[in-house]
């Protein structure tokens, strides 16, 4: 009986697990969605453009991706040993040094890379999208919070305070 019990205590956890890696897989496709909606408004593509712009667009953030993933492994790498030795240290800043300058050089190389497709004012803000599409969001965020209130919309009397 104990057994049964922890076997479907270890399934509903894991359907939990699941469902909820379901619902940021599908938050992070609206997210992707709504950025290439914003970013060709944004730099008012044409269909022609567009043809041509999100295929290499596509590519970038697939390097990005890729980059930021080999960050991440040293990161967690770094956090899962107790103790580190300065040469630990050394290396992992001198890859993650490496790493950021690869950013750099993808996000300069896309942009540059754009010449044929973008005018010079497109290209400018091809530049300062993401900045302005962030700030954006976590507008956004700020007010779907503030229209929930605290923690969910439920207000205590102690929350007045903070």
């Not at 699941?18 to 914003?38: F, H, N, P, T, Y």
């Not at 490496?98 to 050089?105: C, G, H, P, S, V």
């Amino acid at each position: 009986m104990k057994l049964m019990n922890l076997i479907l205590a270890s399934l509903c956890v894991m359907s939990i697990n699941i469902a909820q890696d379901e619902m940021e897989s599908k938050k992070r496709e609206k997210m992707e969605m709504l950025a290439v909606w914003k970013l060709t408004e944004h730099l008012e593509l044409t269909g022609e453009q567009g043809e041509t712009f999100f295929p290499r667009f596509r590519e970038h953030e697939v390097a990005k991706k890729n980059l930021r993933e080999q960050q991440k492994a040293i990161y967690k790498q770094l956090n899962e040993k107790d103790a580190h030795s300065q040469s630990d240290v050394d290396a992992a800043l001198s890859q993650l040094a490496t790493l950021e300058k690869q950013l750099i050089d993808e996000r300069m190389t896309f942009i540059n890379g754009m010449k044929d497709i973008l005018s010079a004012e497109q290209q400018l803000k091809l530049v300062t999208f993401r900045g302005e599409f962030m700030k954006e969001m976590k507008g956004r965020l700020k007010d779907h919070k503030g229209r929930r209130g605290p923690r969910g919309g439920m207000k205590r009397k102690h929350d007045r305070n903070f």
